[in-house]
């Protein structure tokens, strides 16, 4: 199993960002899939769910209404669109089923 997170970087307050991370070694169709995030000094959070076939989602309340995830299960992908970003979104952003392993992660950095 092998998830490679993509499209991190450094946008200032207000910027959009796209996630993507590449999944490989199961049957992602199958799957519900999550994102999360990490920032610095603090614990690992959920951040959003997507369903095996992506018609329902949920968020957690600090991305509600700002960020919106979804799936191509013929590419094996899973998205993350970011937009109204605040600084606090600042972390290392991670995919993965709702067990096993990590994903090396992508750097989300949002300053002026």
């Known amino acids: 199993v092998q998830f490679v997170e993509s499209g991190g970087g450094l946008v200032q307050p207000g910027g959009s960002l796209r996630l993507s991370c590449a999944a490989s070694?199961?049957?992602?169709?199958?799957?519900?899939m999550r994102w999360y995030r990490q920032a610095p000094g603090k614990e690992r959070e959920w951040v959003a769910q997507?369903?095996?076939?992506?018609?329902?989602?949920d968020y957690a309340d600090s991305v509600k209404g700002r960020f919106t995830i979804s799936r191509d299960n013929a590419k094996n992908t899973l998205y993350l669109q970011m937009n109204s970003l605040k600084p606090e979104d600042t972390a290392v952003y991670y995919c993965?089923?709702?067990?096993?392993?990590w994903g090396q992660g992508t750097q989300v950095a949002v300053s002026s």
């Open positions: 993965r089923r709702t067990f096993g392993s």
């Open positions: 070694g199961f049957t992602f169709s199958m799957f519900i």
């Open positions: 997507i369903s095996s076939t992506g018609e329902a989602t």
